[in-house]
């Protein structure tokens, strides 16, 4: 008898687990473009439209952006030509894929949908580059002066915490970076508060699930 089993006519096959539809909002400052979006998207596989509460927010900025951004949720924004405090506003507000105009055909807006709403995140090469450089300024002149790093944490704070989740108890940490037990304490305390976490098996989870250790 063969391994494989035949499915009679009529009889219900293997059923797939079909995926939940990507809510998507549009947003522009122009009536007559958002519109031409929400009919290009309709009735698109796998897109449903919404007007809140939706997984990916499309924006097309051409001006108003701070008005048109006004969630944190994954963003989509097609845009030319933004300036650096724009940038860092779209970052603020979510920005996970940047598009120009040109490329905006309806079949590159549902693979960034899809991209966006997966976690995936693309930017222009000469906004990349911008970003990064706006990054070492602002690591050079504003955390490392104060001994903080692009992860939100001091270095003082990111030994502590590897240590910490390496099982080493107050005492073993300060002996094993010099420091004394209070100032253990003190680093992890203000940790703890600066970040909102409740104890320091929280502060280790919190630390592993970002990469910051």
């Avoid at 596989?45 to 048109?68: Q, S």
């Avoid at 994954?74 to 506003?89: S, Y």
């Avoid at 002149?141 to 910490?164: I, K, M, N």
């Avoid at 098996?201 to 592993?208: K, Q, T």
């Amino acid at each position: 008898m063969s391994s494989r089993t035949a499915w009679a006519p009529g009889c219900p096959g293997p059923t797939r687990r079909r995926r939940s539809p990507i809510g998507v909002t549009v947003r522009a400052i122009d009536p007559i473009i958002r519109a031409g979006l929400l009919g290009e998207l309709r009735n698109k596989p796998g897109i449903e439209l919404r007007e809140d509460g939706a997984d990916v927010v499309i924006a097309v900025a051409e001006t108003g952006l701070r008005e048109l951004l006004t969630s944190s949720t994954r963003l989509v924004l097609v845009a030319d030509q933004l300036r650096q405090a724009e940038l860092w506003t779209a970052i603020e507000r979510g920005l996970t894929i940047l598009l120009p105009r040109a490329e905006a055909t309806t079949a590159r807006l549902l693979r960034a949908v899809n991209d966006a709403y997966r976690g995936h995140a693309a930017l222009p090469p000469e906004q990349l580059g911008r970003l990064l450089r706006a990054l070492s300024q602002l690591n050079e002149q504003v955390l490392a002066p104060r001994d903080l790093t692009l992860s939100g944490l001091s270095h003082r704070e990111t030994d502590v915490l590897r240590l910490l989740a390496e099982g080493l108890d107050t005492g073993e940490i300060a002996a094993t970076l010099a420091y004394s037990e209070r100032t253990v304490k003190n680093i992890l305390h203000g940790m703890l508060t600066r970040l909102g976490l409740n104890n320091r098996v929280h502060a280790v989870a919190h630390g592993i699930r970002n990469g910051l250790i």
